[in-house]
């Protein structure tokens, strides 16, 4: 269902001001906040006081989790000739303990991302055997291509940074916090990274002949204090139902654009959200999460963890907040949303800032760390700048800072936040925010998200060919396509009814009860209270190798393999769609 605008989202709009947020930025703007530092503290005690001082209810968690703070990494070419380079690792790599270590040097091409999308990626199809190597290559040290890399028997990794400064990073697959079964993805090996100059440099030494070096690391890992902070401002009608906006108070150096303007932002929603709280129909609790940058989301995993039944039987849905408010983000490009909530998602956004947004499908990153428990969701970045001007600056693509390449290094400060820029994106999260907390009958559509399914699984039917036979699959979405477009029409009597109506409630808790089946099959691949790692998830990823077995040899272990996988993922989907279809037909619920 589209929301409707609420009478109330005017007056709240019209309530946001730059003050108190601005104040925030530059306050930020001198603390490097790494998670459970002493500056993020001070960082955490700012947001605490504020809240105290207008009265928004607030509670401090200080779980303790796993935490990788990079403190050093040296790289020295020893043969042909002797050279010391400018170096830095990622969080979560191994330490080699201030230790040196040595291998020969080998370059393998990987390419750096063409697009803000393929930041995530592995390295695909490598062939190559690196034991023992070290091996050079270019792009983030994302999770997947370190993982590639260490899998072939790399002994160490070196990446070339797109540009002049390194970007710092992180390069776990293992998404928060470890358990016993992610713990055997922990990176096993040491990760460094060079700027552009100096890998250019080492990569020609390497492709004209031998190249010895050696290298060491040093990060600070282990489990630690971080804070959670959680504002609540209770509902009028329906309390106990709420909307959870976030966004991570940790950072990479001084995180102005990343993501102090994120944390400005959840503050100033806070302040008009708790000065207009009788005018709130459900609840919104504002998290700010640390362990993003050096714990892969632990802070946001923790809280799935802990508040996990909660989240599964009262999240309407959860906004992210990364990175509003930029230098130059006057457009908003590639922005999150999935398909049920993408007419919220870009209603907010034409309303407020008067624009056309376009985007689409979530990367697996940024904190959404509910898609295994089956919460719908919308944005992550927002404004960002445009293409052309990106292009003619000679910019790459980065995840963050509205694409401005100060993103994770030492020049994203005070000059990276814009002042009228964040005082829009505040005003689209707080609308956002208000209208689903408000909207009766809950602003999502899954008849958008079924439409979503036939197209992926037709285009996987396509790519297979006759390997398997994913009609019956295409069968029951269609159906599923049907039965929602029923409901939603029987909806829209109840849509301007009030928030506690029996009619309304019993809506949506069939919308809850099919996002819990819904996303899940969409997003993830683990268990509904696990947590998939940090690499890209493709749509219905239980059937994507349909798009693969084409390409193998009928009598392979490969294709049968990949068949065997793609029985028990037909088996997923399939029950999920009927499932769904059972939720809708549920006189009862
Ligand atoms: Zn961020």
């Not at 400018?86 to 393998?108: A, C, E, H, V």
């Not at 291509?145 to 260490?150: E, F, G, I, N, R």
């Not at 919460?375 to 963050?400: C, H, I, Q, R, W």
């Not at 009597?493 to 019993?506: G, H, K, L």
């Amino acid at each position: 269902m589209r929301a409707q605008r609420d009478p109330q989202e005017d007056a709240v709009v019209q309530a946001v001001t730059i003050d108190a947020p601005w104040a925030l930025v530059e306050r930020f703007s001198s603390l490097v906040r790494d998670s459970g530092g002493k500056a993020e503290g001070k960082a955490i005690d700012y947001i605490v006081r504020q809240l105290s001082r207008w009265g928004v209810p607030h509670t401090l968690h200080e779980p303790e989790l796993l935490i990788s703070l990079p403190k050093r990494a040296r790289l020295e070419v020893l043969t042909p000739e002797k050279r010391t380079l400018t170096s830095k690792t990622p969080s979560m790599s191994l330490s080699t303990d201030g230790r040196w270590q040595r291998g020969p040097l080998t370059y393998i091409p990987t390419g750096h991302a063409g697009g803000i999308m393929a930041i995530f990626e592995g390295v695909g199809e490598l062939q190559a055997d690196v034991t023992g190597q070290v091996v050079l290559t270019e792009g983030y040290p994302s999770p997947g291509k370190v993982a590639d890399l260490q899998d072939r028997g790399a002994r160490a990794a070196v990446f070339i940074s797109p540009g002049e400064r390194i970007h710092e990073g992180i390069c776990t697959s293992i998404w928060g916090s470890p358990d016993l079964d992610s713990i055997r993805r922990k990176p096993r090996i040491p990760v460094l990274a060079v700027n552009k100059t100096e890998g250019t440099w080492l990569r020609d030494l390497a492709k004209a002949g031998p190249v010895k070096v050696h290298y060491s690391t040093k990060l600070d890992e282990g489990w630690r204090k971080i804070p959670v902070l959680l504002a609540e401002i209770r509902g009028t009608e329906e309390a106990e139902k709420f909307v959870l906006l976030h966004g991570h108070i940790d950072s990479w150096h001084e995180g102005v654009g990343d993501n102090a303007t994120g944390d400005a932002t959840l503050l100033e929603v806070a302040r008009v959200l708790w000065r207009h709280r009788d005018r709130l129909r459900r609840s919104v609790r504002i998290a700010w999460w640390s362990g993003h940058s050096h714990g892969r989301y632990a802070g946001s995993t923790w809280f799935a963890d802990t508040y996990a039944l909660d989240l599964d039987e009262n999240c309407i849905l959860h906004i992210n907040c990364d990175s509003p408010g930029c230098r130059w983000a006057t457009v908003f490009e590639d922005v999150f949303w999935m398909s049920e909530a993408e007419g919220i998602a870009k209603d907010v956004i034409r309303d407020v800032a008067g624009q056309n947004a376009s985007g689409g499908r979530p990367l697996r990153a940024g904190d959404k760390s509910f898609s295994n428990i089956g919460v719908s969701t919308f944005y992550m970045l927002t404004s960002t700048m445009k293409k052309d001007l990106a292009k003619e600056k000679g910019y790459y693509p980065v995840g963050g800072c509205g694409a401005n390449i100060a993103w994770h290094t030492e020049d994203d400060t005070l000059e990276i936040a814009d002042r009228e820029h964040l005082l829009r994106d505040i005003r689209v999260y707080a609308a956002g925010t208000l209208r689903a907390a408000n909207s009766p009958v809950y602003p999502l559509d899954f008849r958008a998200t079924a439409g979503e399914f036939v197209r992926t699984l037709e285009r996987y039917q396509e790519a297979a060919g006759d390997a398997i036979d994913l009609k019956p699959v295409i069968d029951e979405a269609r159906a599923l396509e049907d039965d929602l477009a029923r409901f939603y029409d029987s909806a829209r009597a109840s849509a301007t009814r009030a928030v506690s109506d029996p009619d309304v409630r019993r809506i949506n808790e069939k919308q809850r009860r099919l996002a819990m089946v819904l996303v899940p099959i969409n997003y993830t691949r683990a268990g509904r209270f696990r947590h998939d790692p940090a690499i890209d998830v493709p749509p219905l990823p239980d059937l994507e190798p349909a798009t693969k077995i084409a390409a193998l040899a009928q009598d392979s272990e490969a294709y049968r393999i990949t068949r065997t996988h793609l029985a028990r993922g037909r088996n997923r989907v399939l029950a999920a769609l009927r499932e769904a279809r059972r939720i809708i037909e549920d006189a009862q619920a």
